[in-house]
């Protein structure tokens, strides 16, 4: 049920949107819901992209749209960024595919390697979910034990070791403990056994849980900035804490940083200080294609090598390594330089700072978390610090404001490009304090 307020912002949109309307209904009798990917789908329905950019996504009814979500963070030069199109197409012309190595992959690597403290060598796959659950194997085979530690509320990608309270509704939480919660029905119960759920930012708690553990737990698997949060970063005493914790119990610590490498050159690590054993990564580092890695130790990553007497962990996929998706990957990894980084996290603050004064000005409880060029906002009075706190939030003004921007031209997400400035910033901000007043009204 929608406010009469909320339901004139989604009357608008549809009015604006009739193509889009008429292809979604196509789209429902081939795919569930018409669509293929969960955060494709928004309500009512999701415009249709047509084409992208720079900074907009011009739709198939002829909108245009400032894109603050460029494909879950991973656009970090904008849409169609002239040298990663050159790029492709220049490897394209040479063959999309090889079954054996090309010189790009290794180019890659190396810049990688360079830039990301942890990351001694790594493995390219296709997704960041094949990332983690990689890194995941690798801890089990080099520790020998099987069980892994997460946080509730933290997203690691969708297979069955990850997705274990991600997103569990309040009524199936323990008030007084954190538990696993399973993510869909029939999910098996071994699964819960095996993925032992502990408390954002709360050391007392995750030492006591990670010490009753120890002897079968093989991994730490973490976003240090939590993307679930509003890219909330964690307390660093906290996450030093959990690094020296793991070190002293010989237990893996993982970095998720398939979105926060977009912070600093070495990625959230580099940021906050604190260097984990393994890393994934994925999003920026394909140029907008499909892409994932991981990444870490030597010793650990050694158990993928082929050479000598062969690998103790088997690692394919038809697509790793993928030439086009190397060449597009290196051409942001060369775009974004130290300066880029810092004026992109100084341009941040700012937005976050003028995104809380409208809502200081309008009275309205709102926490804008986020750290350098990522962001988030959360329409509750309660400080944000874990999952819990994130689900006191107005999720419906949440909606509210996200279709009313898209009346205004905007598409709500949580991050910016290297092409944006301060004038999209303003943009968005006052687009932001328009629908608050009218959805209010």
């Given amino acids: ?119 001694e060598t790594l493995r390219f796959t296709n997704s960041g979910t094949e990332g983690t659950l990689m890194a995941i194997r690798a801890a089990r085979a080099f520790t020998g034990k099987h069980k892994i530690a997460k946080f509730e509320g933290g997203y690691h990608g969708s297979h069955e070791y990850a997705e274990i309270s991600v997103s569990p509704s309040a009524d199936k939480l323990d008030p007084n403990e954190i538990t696993s919660v399973p993510q869909y029905p029939g999910q098996p119960p071994s699964i819960s056994e095996d993925v032992i759920v502990m408390p954002y930012n709360d050391l007392e708690a995750c030492e006591r849980i990670i010490r009753q553990h120890k002897d079968d737990l093989s991994c730490v698997i973490m976003e240090a900035i939590s993307s679930s949060f509003g890219y909330l970063p964690a307390n660093v005493d906290f996450l030093s804490g959990i690094r020296e914790l793991t070190t002293e119990l010989g237990i893996l610590l993982i970095f998720d940083e398939v979105q926060s490498l977009r912070v600093a050159p070495g990625g959230a690590q580099e940021l906050l200080g604190v260097t984990p054993d393994l890393t994934c990564m994925g999003k920026i580092i394909g140029g907008g294609t499909p892409v994932g890695a991981f990444g870490g130790r030597e010793d650990v990553m050694a158990l993928y090598d082929p050479t000598e007497n062969g690998p103790t962990l088997g690692h394919s996929g038809t697509f790793n390594g993928n030439p086009l998706t190397m060449a597009a990957g290196a051409v942001v990894m060369d775009e974004m330089t130290p300066d880029v980084y810092q004026q992109m996290s100084q341009l941040g603050e700012t937005l976050r700072s003028k995104l809380r004064a409208v809502f200081d000005e309008l009275d309205i409880p709102a926490q804008v978390t986020g750290v350098a060029s990522l962001f988030g906002i959360h329409f509750t009075s309660e400080e944000i610090v874990d999952y819990r706190s994130t689900l006191s939030g107005d999720k419906a003004l949440k909606g509210a404001l996200s279709t009313g921007l898209l009346n205004e031209g905007v598409m709500l997400g949580g991050a910016l490009s290297k092409l944006t400035t301060e004038t999209e910033v303003d943009t968005f901000v006052d687009s932001t304090r328009r629908v608050i007043q009218r959805i209010r009204q």
Avoid: W
């Fill in 1 to 119: 049920m929608v406010s009469e307020q909320h339901q004139r912002e989604i009357d608008q949109y549809v009015a604006s949107t009739p193509r889009a309307a008429e292809l979604h209904e196509q789209a429902m009798k081939y795919l569930p819901g018409g669509s293929t990917r969960g955060v494709q789908y928004f309500p009512p329905y999701p415009f249709v992209a047509e084409r992208g950019e720079g900074l907009y996504i011009y739709d198939v009814d002829g909108n245009r749209y400032l894109d603050y979500v460029i494909n879950a963070t991973s656009l970090i030069l904008g849409h169609a960024h002239p040298k990663v199109v050159k790029a492709i197409q220049d490897k394209a012309s040479l063959g999309t595919a090889f079954s054996v190595p090309t010189e790009d992959q290794t180019k890659l690597a190396r810049v990688l390697c360079e830039r990301i403290p942890s990351v």
